[in-house]
């Protein structure tokens, strides 16, 4: 058995513990939500300081060239880029992921369209539990197009080969499962979907900043992603999107706005794209919660994905472990994968009442989440979780599992 005191030295020993400095957490929580909102980088208040009293308050609409807002979306881009395995110029900040997802899914479509012999390639292939907005987008474009096109929904990763074929369009999947925490392979599914002629969409919301990335070797060709949860971007903080050097020429959908124009104060009446990543872009950035984003960035320079992902596992297997030792007795059941190849930076358990224990949970201090239907979410951030927050954190569980600490008839809060 790990006792308390063996978690304290697994701290003493972590060379990433010194992170934990760069955040402003509350003194007193347990904070393992990581994977819905990043905590704060103390680096944000007086970022957020500076961009509002000095660069908006005192020189103004002089900030766009000044500060470099006009260029801010790329420049993002470019930082981030390191951490999703792109390069310099491949990826801009700018919107929400719905919105990004749906420019890269027309885009795909339209290059499969626009391709010799791809007339039958109508098919969208996603998972049915992928993230509802993921499919609400695909759902939504397939219908306002009216040509044919529909969406395939499989059960199971293990039916996506099977259901990708010759009139497979598109692949769009999420690289780890919001609910289970799942981590596809993306370097095989990319390869197979390609062997059969389809083009390949990434959401990486729950593997950016989580888990190592590398699209250029996996050979995707879009992806999209939040900025708010494992980058620590801030809340409703713009996601970002990446293009494949290979597409960025023939990147094109609905939504063009001057943002993306070749040469945007020409004030051209005729829409005319960049010829690099700023095609991707459509409108007037927000630049206050974009210029955020760059404080949780400059964290990851003081470390590696690799260090980062070794002590992910080192946190998820010691709270796989501590709860199915300690919480065996209950009806609790783990639905992330054991396997590391397999699995994210979250765990999430099965439990009947598991919305009213997370709910308990949170009032004692220990933050989770729930996910339907009957999951109690764990999120992992090695930035700055420790392994004596894990040790608590299960500690609180057991109580509230053994003296039943939860009110079976909690009612609902918006958000859970």
Same mark, same amino acid.
């Given at each position: 058995?790990?006792?308390?005191?063996d978690?304290?030295?697994?701290?003493?020993?972590?060379?990433?513990?010194?992170?934990?400095?760069?955040?402003?957490?509350?003194?007193?929580?347990?904070?393992?939500?990581?994977?819905?909102?990043?905590?704060?980088?103390?680096?944000?208040?007086?970022?957020?300081?500076?961009?509002i009293?000095?660069?908006?308050?005192?020189?103004?609409?002089?900030?766009w060239?000044?500060?470099?807002?006009? @260029? %801010?979306?790329?420049?993002?881009g470019?930082?981030?880029?390191? =951490?999703?395995? $792109? /390069? #310099?110029?491949?990826? +801009?900040?700018?919107?929400?992921?719905?919105?990004?997802?749906?420019?890269?899914?027309?885009?795909?479509?339209?290059?499969?369209?626009?391709?010799?012999?791809?007339?039958?390639?109508?098919?969208?292939?996603?998972?049915?539990?992928?993230?509802?907005?993921?499919?609400?987008?695909?759902?939504?474009?397939?219908?306002?197009?009216?040509?044919?096109?529909?969406?395939?929904?499989?059960?199971?990763?293990?039916?996506?080969?099977?259901?990708?074929?010759?009139?497979?369009?598109?692949l769009?999947?999420?690289?780890?499962?919001?609910?289970?925490?799942?981590?596809?392979?993306?370097?095989?599914?990319?390869?197979?979907?390609?062997?059969?002629?389809?083009?390949?969409?990434? @959401? %990486?919301?729950?593997?950016?900043?989580?888990?190592?990335?590398? =699209?250029?070797? $996996? /050979? #995707?060709?879009?992806? +999209?992603?939040?900025?708010?949860?494992?980058?620590?971007?801030?809340?409703?903080?713009?996601?970002?999107?990446?293009?494949?050097?290979?597409?960025?020429?023939?990147?094109?959908?609905?939504?063009?706005?001057?943002?993306?124009?070749?040469?945007?104060?020409?004030?051209?009446?005729?829409?005319?794209?960049?010829?690099?990543?700023?095609?991707?872009?459509?409108?007037?950035?927000?630049?206050?919660?974009?210029?955020?984003?760059?404080c949780?960035?400059?964290?990851?320079?003081?470390?590696?994905?690799?260090?980062?992902?070794?002590?992910?596992?080192?946190?998820?297997?010691?709270?796989?472990?501590?709860?199915?030792?300690r919480?065996?007795?209950?009806?609790?059941?783990?639905?992330?994968?054991?396997?590391?190849?397999?699995?994210?930076?979250?765990?999430?358990?099965?439990?009947?009442?598991?919305?009213?224990i997370?709910?308990?949970?949170?009032?004692?201090?220990?933050?989770?989440?729930?996910?339907?239907p009957?999951?109690?979410?764990?999120?992992?951030?090695?930035?700055?979780?420790?392994?004596?927050d894990?040790?608590?954190?299960?500690?609180?569980?057991?109580?509230?599992?053994?003296?039943?600490?939860?009110?079976?008839?909690?009612?609902?809060?918006?958000?859970?």
């Amino acid at each position: 058995m790990i006792s308390r005191n063996d978690t304290l030295v697994m701290d003493q020993q972590d060379v990433l513990a010194c992170l934990r400095d760069e955040f402003s957490l509350p003194a007193g929580i347990i904070y393992l939500d990581g994977n819905s909102l990043g905590a704060q980088p103390k680096a944000a208040a007086s970022r957020a300081a500076a961009i509002i009293e000095q660069e908006w308050g005192t020189d103004l609409i002089r900030s766009w060239n000044q500060a470099g807002w006009f @260029d %801010l979306a790329v420049t993002l881009g470019d930082s981030l880029a390191p =951490l999703i395995g $792109a /390069g #310099a110029g491949e990826v +801009v900040v700018t919107d929400n992921t719905s919105v990004n997802l749906f420019k890269a899914l027309a885009a795909a479509l339209q290059i499969q369209a626009a391709q010799k012999n791809t007339a039958n390639r109508r098919v969208i292939v996603t998972e049915r539990s992928n993230f509802p907005t993921d499919i609400y987008i695909a759902q939504g474009l397939t219908r306002w197009l009216d040509k044919g096109y529909s969406l395939c929904l499989v059960d199971t990763p293990d039916e996506l080969q099977a259901a990708i074929t010759d009139d497979t369009a598109v692949l769009m999947l999420t690289h780890v499962n919001y609910r289970t925490g799942q981590l596809l392979d993306m370097q095989a599914l990319t390869r197979h979907a390609h062997d059969q002629g389809a083009l390949v969409i990434w @959401d %990486l919301c729950h593997s950016a900043g989580a888990v190592p990335i590398d =699209l250029a070797m $996996a /050979g #995707a060709d879009f992806a +999209v992603g939040c900025t708010y949860k494992y980058l620590n971007g801030g809340p409703g903080s713009p996601a970002f999107i990446w293009v494949a050097p290979e597409h960025q020429l023939q990147f094109s959908h609905p939504l063009s706005g001057w943002w993306g124009h070749a040469a945007p104060f020409n004030m051209d009446p005729t829409f005319k794209p960049a010829p690099s990543i700023r095609c991707a872009l459509s409108g007037t950035q927000p630049i206050v919660s974009q210029a955020l984003i760059q404080c949780g960035l400059d964290v990851f320079g003081k470390t590696t994905m690799q260090a980062l992902r070794v002590k992910s596992l080192a946190l998820t297997d010691l709270f796989i472990q501590l709860v199915e030792t300690r919480c065996g007795h209950h009806p609790v059941t783990l639905v992330t994968p054991r396997d590391h190849a397999q699995r994210g930076s979250q765990v999430s358990f099965e439990h009947p009442h598991a919305y009213a224990i997370i709910h308990s949970l949170i009032e004692q201090g220990v933050i989770g989440d729930y996910r339907e239907p009957s999951i109690m979410r764990f999120g992992f951030t090695p930035l700055y979780t420790r392994f004596v927050d894990v040790w608590d954190a299960v500690e609180c569980l057991v109580d509230t599992l053994n003296q039943k600490k939860y009110n079976v008839n909690q009612s609902r809060n918006s958000v859970t």
